[in-house]
């Protein structure tokens, strides 16, 4: 219903084409032969624009179609205004002042208000502004505006919400390293506009922690002011009724002080070749990148067909060349990137197995330096032409899209007609232009080069284009973490003292004896692993099978199928649902082969090994008991205990370890320790990473010293369906 007016103006286009299309007595031959028409005119419904005595801009549009209203106040100042200390305070700004309602209702009670009636009402953070929207039935508008109102004058940004919303941003940035796309994607922006640019920057533990309830205080009261807003509303109402509405509403709300411009600068890395080595991904993300320009520039119309023509869809050069000839990538593209309040990305893109990384670099080396040889032609630019003006349509087929259109070029200051000479300016774009604007804008030795993919299977080292410089991504630890790893670290043992020692005899008693503890070369187990996240708990079934001293087979059940981890001296990798195998990087690897030495039972086994230390080293409350702390070394796998002196139970253990996204500091609790085949083992385990509650591990059974299958510990081959 929403596309009616599209769908509608699509047909007479149609029925245009086929009348125009002459009768003859012969069929013809060739699509060619048949006539096109030119397409007609299109001239959408424009909103009315009021503004308020206090500067407050409103935008109307009527659209009787369906007994809906939606709105949306768009509010300058955004993310590239947060100080550098503290980046992420605008998402948490967009979060809580919705989350924590206003001073009348919770968020939680505004959710109810809300839900009965179908209703919306949002709130979020962008680049460069701060958005609060509305949707709800015709009927219903004036009670939902009336929440509108009061949140957007009267918000509480309530303690507990900023804290749940903390926790989500700093379980994101755990998680910022998984995807090879993110990871590419962001790394560009920041060789393009520069590392410390407000368009570039990401949150990070620190600066998300550094972020108090007064700062969203501080930076609605900086903000949220009527001159500083661009209000529009669509759907079923009149507008003079509306705009008397809006008038009683915020026409006495006192305008405040005009922002201060802030003056950005941008430092677009030198030209070169920038590497992120990622070793547990079988294919490479490629990004050539520079500093783009605007969309006021009088070259966007030429940019805008070049970028069709050159790297913008199934028919442009770069598509037809290294994906459909050469067969190198499963997506390419790119151009001259424009924004519109600051510049956009210069860049080319390419994504392609490990095996082709270097030949596609060529591929894309190739066709960048042949367009100066080899011009973009008419047939080129025709059939981009058509392409852009041919989807033009769809960027106005709804009364919202045309609002929305309007309310941007208000928001950045320009022409209200800036979308309607659209058509006509691309239409005057010509092959000159076209090529100008390449050869201005596109030099291939300004630009910087990232790769992130495996080097180990890459067709030739990168090094082989030329100097390398390598990207570090790993993530800074949340406050405090990084002191006490330090502090880890200075108090490693080098050797045990003698309470140390007495400690390890009394947890080796507790746990059945040195002698049953020697004769345990395996482990399996069942358990339920239940992972923790913001959005709830997740368990999974899980077995695990360690044979000491370095060999694990885990196999767990997900939603889409069995997901098994094998490691071992000589590999470490994942087979996953789909059949793709897929290794794990080399400190990965580490680490999950130390853990099978921090093991209890490995430790308590060794306990009188010459490189198996023990080290008192003062107490530490856990629970209700004083614990004494023991620094446990074992053959260069450093764990601390927390020892119950009267049972001899390990109560806690913290070690350093690799989380998700980069080292971490690891925390469980061990407890519900019962007998198991003549000794006793702890069946249920609360795991923390940097603080955070991650997950816990309920042992349903064990078995000690299973038969083993050496085959479990083999690589399977990756099935064809896995294949990119």
């Known amino acids: 219903m929403k596309n009616l007016r599209s769908i509608i103006w699509l047909i007479l286009v149609t029925a245009a084409t086929v009348a125009s299309i002459p009768r003859a007595t012969s069929q013809a031959t060739d699509w060619k032969q048949i006539p096109i028409p030119t397409l007609p005119s299109f001239h959408p419904p424009q909103p009315k624009r009021v503004q308020l005595s206090n500067g407050m801009v409103i935008f109307l549009q009527e659209d009787h179609e369906l007994p809906l209203i939606n709105g949306s106040a768009r509010i300058r100042g955004g993310s590239s205004n947060e100080p550098a200390a503290k980046v992420g305070v605008v998402d948490l700004f967009g979060e809580v002042w919705r989350t924590g309602g206003t001073k009348a209702q919770t968020g939680d009670q505004l959710d109810d208000f809300l839900e009965v009636r179908a209703a919306k009402v949002e709130t979020g953070g962008g680049i460069d502004s701060t958005t609060i929207s509305l949707s709800c039935l015709k009927g219903d508008f004036d009670d939902v505006f009336k929440v509108f109102a009061d949140l957007l004058q009267h918000p509480e940004f309530r303690a507990d919400k900023l804290d749940l919303a903390q926790k989500q941003a700093d379980d994101s940035i755990s998680r910022r390293n998984d995807e090879i796309g993110e990871i590419a994607a962001r790394e560009a922006a920041k060789l393009a506009y520069g590392a410390n640019n407000p368009y570039a920057r990401e949150p990070e533990y620190s600066t998300i922690a550094a972020i108090t309830r007064q700062d969203l205080i501080d930076w609605h009261k900086t903000y949220v002011h009527p001159n500083h807003i661009i209000l529009g509303i669509s759907g079923d109402f009149d507008s003079a009724t509306m705009e008397a509405k809006l008038r009683a509403a915020f026409e006495s709300w006192p305008a405040a002080a005009e922002l201060p411009k802030d003056e950005v600068k941008f430092q677009p890395a030198p030209a070169g070749y920038y590497l992120i080595p990622k070793e547990d991904v079988n294919q490479s993300s490629i990004h050539m990148v520079a500093l783009g320009t605007t969309r006021n520039n009088p070259d966007?119309?030429?940019?805008?067909?070049f970028n069709e023509a050159f790297g913008g869809g199934f028919s442009s050069r770069l598509f037809n060349d290294i994906r459909t000839k050469?067969?190198?990538?499963?997506?390419?593209?790119?151009?001259?990137?424009?924004?519109?309040?600051?510049?956009?990305?210069?860049?080319?893109?390419?994504?392609?197995?490990?095996?082709?990384?270097?030949?596609?670099?060529?591929?894309?080396?190739?066709?960048?330096?042949?367009?100066?040889?080899?011009?973009?032609?008419?047939?080129?630019?025709?059939?981009?032409?058509?392409?852009?003006?041919?989807?033009?349509?769809?960027?106005?087929?709804?009364?919202?899209?045309?609002?929305?259109?309007?309310?941007?070029?208000?928001?950045?200051?320009?022409?209200?007609?800036?979308?309607?000479?659209?058509?006509?300016?691309?239409?005057?774009?010509?092959?000159?232009?076209?090529n100008r604007v390449a050869t201005k804008y596109i030099h291939r030795d300004q630009l910087a080069v990232l790769v992130v993919g495996?080097?180990?299977?890459?067709?030739?080292?990168?090094?082989?284009?030329?100097?390398?410089?390598?990207?570090?991504?790993?993530?800074?630890?949340?406050?405090g973490v990084k002191e006490a790893a330090k502090e880890e670290v200075s108090t490693a043992p080098i050797a045990s003292n003698e309470e140390g020692k007495a400690l390890a005899a009394k947890v080796v008693a507790a746990m059945g004896g040195e002698a049953k503890l020697a004769a345990i070369k395996a482990v399996k187990a069942d358990l339920t692993l239940t992972q923790k996240t913001p959005q709830g708990d997740f368990p999974m079934q899980m077995e695990t099978l360690i044979v000491f001293p370095d060999h694990l087979h885990a196999e767990?059940?997900?939603?889409?199928?069995?997901?098994?981890?094998?490691?071992?001296?000589?590999?470490?990798?994942?087979?996953?649902?789909?059949?793709?195998?897929?290794?794990?990087?080399?400190?990965?690897?580490?680490?999950?082969?130390?853990?099978?030495?921090?093991?209890?039972?490995f430790i308590a086994a060794h306990s009188k090994d010459p490189n198996v230390f023990f080290h008192a080293a003062g107490t530490e409350k856990v629970g209700d008991v004083d614990t004494r702390i023991v620094d446990v070394n074992a053959a260069g796998a450093a764990i601390r205990w927390f020892v119950d002196p009267q049972t001899g139970h390990i109560l806690k253990e913290t070690y350093r370890t690799i989380g998700q996204s980069g080292p971490v500091q690891g925390e469980t609790d061990l407890d519900d320790w019962k007998p198991v085949s003549d000794l006793n083992l702890p069946m249920l385990r609360?795991?923390?990473?940097?603080?955070?509650?991650?997950?816990?591990?309920?042992?349903?059974?064990?078995?000690?010293?299973?038969?083993?299958?050496?085959?479990?510990?083999?690589?399977?081959?990756?099935?064809?369906?896995?294949?990119?």
């Open 686 to 724: 609360h795991n923390k990473q940097n603080g955070q509650d991650s997950s816990t591990a309920q042992y349903t059974a064990l078995e000690l010293n299973p038969t083993i299958d050496p085959k479990l510990f083999e690589k399977p081959a990756e099935k064809p369906s896995a294949q990119p």
């Open 300 to 305: 966007y119309y030429a940019i805008s067909v």
């Open 454 to 479: 495996n080097t180990k299977e890459f067709d030739k080292p990168l090094s082989s284009l030329g100097p390398v410089k390598e990207i570090d991504i790993t993530i800074p630890p949340p406050p």
């Open 326 to 434: 050469r067969g190198l990538a499963y997506n390419v593209g790119g151009g001259i990137g424009t924004n519109f309040g600051h510049p956009g990305i210069l860049q080319f893109v390419a994504g392609t197995k490990s095996q082709s990384t270097i030949e596609s670099i060529q591929a894309l080396d190739e066709d960048i330096d042949n367009v100066t040889k080899n011009p973009i032609n008419e047939d080129e630019i025709k059939q981009a032409k058509d392409a852009i003006l041919n989807a033009f349509i769809f960027r106005l087929d709804s009364p919202d899209k045309v609002l929305a259109e309007r309310m941007t070029y208000e928001f950045y200051g320009y022409p209200a007609d800036w979308l309607d000479k659209y058509p006509a300016e691309i239409q005057r774009v010509t092959a000159a232009d076209v």
């Open 556 to 601: 767990m059940q997900t939603p889409n199928g069995a997901v098994t981890i094998v490691a071992t001296p000589d590999a470490a990798f994942v087979d996953l649902p789909n059949g793709a195998v897929q290794n794990w990087p080399e400190e990965r690897k580490k680490e999950t082969l130390e853990q099978i030495k921090r093991d209890p039972i």
